[in-house]
């Protein structure tokens, strides 16, 4: 999978020998990052394959020959045929994790690519699983093999991370509804927080604190979504509107009962 970089450089000059040529480009003259996916010939082979050895925070001078730079044309005007070419880089992060588009706690990022076929709320899936807190490589603190898992709505947490009614945290759910889809494979970077995670006592329980990063790595064997409305016949419609309802009308009940008493002591108020 490819990592992106970001890279700025303090001059890019041409030099067809081991002196230093004219400058021809400089991103921290114009006050910019440059970033970039390695491995996609988005730029040169010289970054492609000199960026990868480099740490972040090094500085370094990428020396690169004609075949790892612009051949045999060069790029007209300001860069000569067969050159070589010297940029002096920084190396100032690796972003390994994308966002999720509608949670901020959540990053993703994809070891296996599956099909189109993804996890939806209210769906089954089969999914080996692992739970770990610190780091990508810390302890695992849970998992499961090949596990058939519901995958309940997100509105039935009500803002919380966890509740009696489903053995999983919120996140746990949210990463499999986000980008996960059948023979995929994928890892999530959870931010932990009580609306997302666990509370400080449940933290303690499995053995870490709550700013510790928990990391999860699926793979889905197998997704059971249910029937999308124009796939459903007329009495299946009926009947799939009154388990909705049903569901409905619990979470509301169970919602106002939460919110009774803090209702009451703010009514005597």
């Known amino acids: ?41 988005q730029v040169i082979k010289g970054w492609d394959e000199g960026f990868m050895a480099m740490k972040i925070g090094e500085r370094a001078v990428l020396r690169c020959r004609e075949d ?28 390994e994790f994308e966002t999720i588009y509608d949670c901020d706690n959540i990053m993703f990022k994809e070891i296996t690519a599956g ?32 596990e058939e898992i519901y995958v309940p709505y997100d509105d039935e947490f009500d803002n919380r ?3 009696e009614e489903y053995p999983f945290c919120r996140a746990f759910y949210k990463c499999l509804t986000s980008k996960t889809a059948e023979n995929a494979e994928h890892m999530f970077k959870v931010q932990q927080s009580e609306d997302w995670t666990y509370t400080k006592e449940q933290c303690e329980k499995y053995g870490f604190s709550p700013s510790e990063t928990i ?5 889905v064997s197998s997704v059971d979504n249910p029937k999308q409305s124009w796939e459903l016949k007329k009495e299946e419609k009926v009947e799939a509107a009154t388990v909705l309802k049903d569901k409905a009308n619990g979470f509301f009940k169970k919602t106002e009962a939460r919110a009774g008493p803090k209702r009451l002591v703010q009514g005597r108020r």
Do not use: H
């Open 215 to 219: 990391f999860y790595t699926m793979a």
């Open 161 to 163: 991370g966890t509740i």
């Open 68 to 95: 790892y730079a612009y051949g045999e044309n060069g790029s007209p005007p300001n860069i000569p045929p067969k050159a070589t070419l010297d940029f002096v880089c920084e190396l100032l992060d690796v972003v």
């Open 115 to 146: 099909s189109y076929k993804s996890v939806k709320e209210s769906g089954k899936c089969n999914v080996t699983w692992s739970a770990r807190y610190g780091s990508k490589t810390g302890p695992v603190y849970a998992e499961g093999k090949d």
């Open 1 to 41: 999978y490819p990592l992106c970089a970001l890279a700025v450089s303090d001059e890019r000059p041409v030099s067809t020998q081991s002196t230093w040529g004219k400058k021809f480009d400089s991103s921290k003259d114009r006050g910019e990052e440059f970033q970039f996916t390695i491995g996609q010939g």
